[in-house]
């Protein structure tokens, strides 16, 4: 399944599929880039994060992809399973002189369905 | 473990009452921050500290003061100039405020008007 993150912000998978989450981020200058998880009534829970001089980057089941021509971020999840279903955050992080700044998207739903 | 403590879990604030939300640290972190959650929407910042005895306003800030008198410690104090304040407030810290490395977050705490 894949989202396009504002236009789509639910995604509905089947037990197994692979996920595909995307983000739009607005600042050609961001140089650090964050997923982030987070369920019902928690705070948001690290996942994995990519620097601006890559374009791919590996985690445990899950995948990050950056394409800075376009500002686009996505992460896919390997053999998506119930404990997925999450809202998913992209962050971008940008500025350094007058001190970083995460700026979040909106979030995407991800449910899960056994 | 280290982490981020977030106090209480629930709050309830009576009209015309100031309340302070606490955000305990233990990771040994000079960043700190203050996040608003409306209900399906991203994070957006309130306040955030780069190191000790200083501060800085972030995109709403207004209706909000914080302290940060110790590196662990970073209360946030709603007041009554906060017109709105039902939300669920998340703080976060980071290694260092320029470092390209992830906030961590706390478990948040869910703030209702009686």
């Known amino acids: 399944g894949e989202s396009v993150g504002l236009h789509l912000p639910t995604l509905s998978v089947q037990e197994g599929d692979n996920s595909i989450i995307n983000c739009a981020y607005s600042?050609?200058?961001?140089?650090?880039f964050i997923w982030y998880k987070q369920e019902s009534g928690k705070g948001p829970q690290f996942i994995i994060d990519i620097r601006s001089n890559m374009d791919k980057r590996q985690g445990q089941r899950v995948t990050v992809l950056l394409n800075k021509t376009v500002k686009h971020l996505s992460l896919q999840i390997a053999a998506t399973q119930p404990g997925d279903s999450a809202v998913y955050f992209c962050a971008e992080n940008f500025g350094k002189t007058s001190g970083s700044r995460l700026t979040f998207g909106e979030g995407t739903q991800l449910t899960v369905n056994p | 473990d280290g982490g981020i403590t977030q106090s209480p879990k629930y709050l309830f604030r009576k009209e015309g009452q100031n309340v302070t939300l606490s955000c305990e640290q233990n990771l040994n972190h000079d960043a700190m921050y203050w996040y608003r959650q409306d209900p399906g929407q991203g994070l957006r910042l309130i306040y955030y500290?780069?190191?000790?005895?200083?501060?800085q306003k972030g995109d709403i800030a207004e209706g909000y003061s914080v302290s940060r008198e110790k590196k662990e410690s970073f209360p946030l104090t709603v007041t009554s100039a906060q017109k709105n304040p039902t939300a669920f407030y998340l703080c976060a810290s980071r290694e260092t405020e320029n470092s390209n490395q992830p906030q961590h977050f706390g478990d948040g705490t869910r703030l209702s008007i009686l």
């Open positions: 600042n050609s200058a961001s140089d650090y």
């Open positions: 500290s780069q190191i000790v005895n200083d501060f």
